[in-house]
């Protein structure tokens, strides 16, 4: 019989493979929307099921058809903005000129150190020198199935035309609540930006798929083969063993098969596996999501959206919400 070869796992474009300094990821480099909307979101990922629906792909060999199709729940409850601020140019790249604070819950406490009155000065704002205005908001998990009170707080950009349009825009929105459906919408092809799931120290079999050594092997059948000559070695491009997961890691082109504010429509018996239930708004993408229930991702529409998908959300005819428990 034939032996079976196929390349090694694990692409060297991500390196050092080394664990994310938290547990929900940092976008440096956000797309700032025309419209006058918030440039992301976030969302709790709940668990995976599957869905029936009818295919809507363009150039698909089963468009109008009722396929099966696995997709990833995502609860999103409504975000609050802190604050508002101010880039200015320097010589070190974007720096913070301004920051003005709203009025904020006290679950905020539990990640920075709040001001206890609220410091508003945006009429004396000059914005002559300002490039960019960005807002800091955090999450409410205590609205959602994660059962915590610590929120996550995280930068987003601020669309409009020009920097006097994202300053009055992100001057209404301080302080109050942002749902997701100011942001996203069905159909929308998005970014995913999140922390795969931590395996610890692997060896490379587990971390880079190399092939077991042979039986005759004098030494570890899990190791590589050489590491290189002694003279000019690149040992950096033979797998070694290391911190396997835990990943920032970014996913392209999701598509949000269902948006809704009631979570009763997807309550599945027994709660969800690793999450328990829903509790507020909740958003279904098509695929797979990197990371573990209960962890953090973020949102952005898409940089790059692909042409092969539809520009509208297709037809759910089915969704499987029974037990999933023991399963």
């Not at 976008?27 to 099921?49: C, D, H, S, W």
């Not at 009170?149 to 109050?176: C, I, M, N, W, Y």
């Not at 159909?187 to 930006?193: C, R, T």
Request: glycine share 10%.
């Amino acid at each position: 019989m034939a032996t079976t070869r196929r390349p090694r796992h694990g692409s060297l474009q991500y390196w050092p493979r080394v664990r994310a300094a938290r547990p929900y990821p940092r976008i440096r480099n956000q797309i700032v929307p025309q419209e006058a909307k918030l440039g992301g979101f976030a969302g709790y990922k709940a668990g995976m099921t599957h869905l029936m629906i009818v295919d809507n792909r363009p150039n698909s060999i089963t468009k109008g058809e009722v396929i099966s199709i696995p997709v990833t729940i995502i609860e999103c409850p409504p975000i609050k903005v802190a604050s508002v601020r101010l880039y200015t140019v320097s010589s070190n790249g974007l720096k913070v000129s301004k920051e003005i604070f709203g009025k904020v819950d006290k679950e905020l406490g539990r990640k920075l150190t709040v001001s206890k009155k609220e410091i508003s000065d945006a009429a004396s704002t000059d914005l002559s020198n300002i490039v960019d205005v960005r807002v800091n908001v955090y999450t409410q998990p205590r609205l959602s199935g994660v059962e915590k009170h610590k929120p996550e707080v995280f930068e987003l950009s601020v669309g409009g035309k020009t920097v006097a349009d994202r300053f009055a825009l992100a001057q209404q929105l301080l302080g109050k609540e942002i749902p997701v459906k100011d942001v996203l919408k069905e159909g929308q092809q998005v970014d995913v930006f999140g922390v795969t799931v931590g395996k610890g120290f692997q060896g490379p079999v587990k971390r880079f798929g190399l092939h077991l050594r042979q039986h005759k092997a004098e030494k570890t059948k899990r190791g590589p083969g050489s590491l290189g000559a002694w003279s000019n070695p690149r040992m950096w491009t033979v797998a070694h063993a290391g911190q396997t997961g835990f990943h920032a890691r970014h996913e392209r082109n999701k598509l949000i098969i269902k948006l809704s504010e009631n979570p009763a429509e997807f309550q599945m018996a027994g709660g969800i596996i690793h999450y328990g239930k829903l509790k507020s708004h909740f958003i279904v993408v098509k695929g797979s999501v990197q990371g573990e229930p209960k962890r953090l991702v973020r949102l952005m529409p898409s940089r790059l959206p692909s042409t092969r998908l539809p520009a509208q959300a297709p037809t759910i005819e089915y969704a499987s919400l029974s037990s999933k428990q023991g399963k």
